[in-house]
């Protein structure tokens, strides 16, 4: 992918996003809020922020105790990247702006009682908030975060070429469920079963951070996740060539948890990408078709039950969108920085 | 508290500023020699609990594999004190690492008691905790 990037010279008092617009402040381009059918996914690449008096006016977005955290850090790469974590997140989240400019300064964040980030609002901000709901993943060259207006979401990345310490079979019995054991032993071939192992890891991640839970509050050995296709393709030799990802429960009996939505993605040539969005703002957790049925008797209480199912399984789109915050944005969907990819 | 300190460390905790979780507190070290029994104050849950350092060759194992999962050099600054997060170790490296300690000194770690794992001194210490409750 060739990209028309330039490190772009920013005088210390003003911010120059582009010749031909006037240098103002602080100036954040606005964006629509995702449908209920959507997600977003907004990228960042720390190496193609070169700019040394930009990164400075970053530093200024962040809170105090921001600031001191990425202080805290140990060297100057993965400093940068916590930085510009943090800036990606504030910036992103002001851009979805539903009434007004919001200060990307402004947002004051928690985190919920496993660790998980999330906004937090005083009562008179009521009518400058965007509803968005959002995750964020990095690793030291690639930074990441998902947005959708109200639907849980989880974001994990991590590099294709991700040297595993441990042996990857005993990892795996460790830490995963037998059928994703078995699904690892029968790939012969180390490289692609290390990548496997890599995207079912992002996979397992994005679920529990949507879940809003970590790894601690929902250990990995407690449910499954398959590719739909990958079973077909066992069992009768045909596939098609988008597989549908699954999550099951293992708790003596597999329920097929089928409100979580998974999107596995190569993004910018270099990660891997999972993303997993609650469909249609429902927090998962049971399986939908038991809810219909047990909701009416009559024909048109059946029909009834028909629709709610089509709603619940519509699948939500994914943009994928790389950005330098104050500097500028590139749609990545459908070019080779996002493709969906096998599992 | 006992009141003799003669040939023990002593390790005087101070709250941390920034974290707002059950956060390990900052350690001194005034003497160094047996470890002692301290009182730690968990931020969050207003609990005290009477713990024991963890001797420092464990804290020294637990460096060594620390450096080899995020590949630091060997001369590199790691401490008892030093965060996973800050040295740059993500969810997966974390899991590495314990996955390497259990190896080590043969424990069985909880993916529960990982959110407690912070800092260096954090695995040194519940590594002894398991070590001593399997009465090796």
Known sequence: MNLLWRTVRIPMNTFCLHRTFAASALHLAPVQLPSRAESHLWYLVPDEVKSVSLLGQYSEILSPCENEYVACIRGEQLKKTALLARVLVRTTIARYQTDGYIDPRSLKFRKNIHGKPELEWDND????????????????????????????IGVDIEKKDRKIQNNIISFARRYFTPNEVERLSSISDLNVQRQHFLKLWTLKEAYVKALGKGISALPFSTFTIKSRNFEKKELNGSGDSDPEITVESVDGQRSLLSNWQFTLLELAGTHFAAVCVARDGSMGGKNMFNFGLGYGKHFTGLKSILTVSDKCFTPKKLTVMKTIPFVGDESMSGTDAAIVCGF | MASSVAGAS????SASQTSNRTSRLRSVSLLNSKTFPFLISYKGSYRLQICCAAKPETVGKVCEIVKKQLALPDDSDVTGESKFAALGADSLDTVEIVMGLEEEFGISVEEESAQSILTVQDAADLIEKLIEKNGH
């Open chain 1, 125 to 152: 901000d009521s009518g400058s908030r965007p509803p968005v709901q959002f995750n964020i993943s990095h690793t030291a060259s690639l930074i990441a975060c998902g947005v959708t207006s109200s639907s849980p």
């Open chain 2, 10 to 13: 002593i390790c005087i905790k």
